[in-house]
């Protein structure tokens, strides 16, 4: 996968505000691999690349809302 060199531990980092840790994270000196997108499964994520070559996807679940969601239709 693109922008994903091999290693031997990705950690998933799940969050209240992901969009502004990612925010923070590129503000920071990170690249962004993957700009925050809302995702099929249910969460919505954004990829970064820190100064030191170590990739991750930075996640905020949206199952809460999806449940609440649901329940009102």
Same mark, same amino acid.
């Given at each position: 996968?693109?922008?994903?060199? /091999?290693?031997?531990?990705?950690a998933?980092?799940?969050? &209240? ?6 925010k923070?994270a590129?503000? /920071?000196? /990170? ?9 099929f499964f249910?969460?919505? &994520?954004?990829?970064? %690349? ?5 990739c991750?996807?930075?996640r905020?679940?949206?199952?809460k809302?999806?449940? %609440?969601?649901?329940?009102? &239709?």
């Amino acid at each position: 996968m693109d922008g994903w060199p /091999a290693h031997g531990l990705v950690a998933q980092i799940y969050v &209240e505000d992901s969009d502004q840790l990612f925010k923070r994270a590129v503000d /920071a000196g /990170a690249t962004e691999i993957m700009p925050m997108t809302d995702m099929f499964f249910g969460s919505r &994520e954004g990829r970064v %690349k820190d100064p030191y070559g170590t990739c991750g996807p930075l996640r905020r679940s949206r199952r809460k809302w999806l449940r %609440k969601r649901c329940s009102e &239709e």
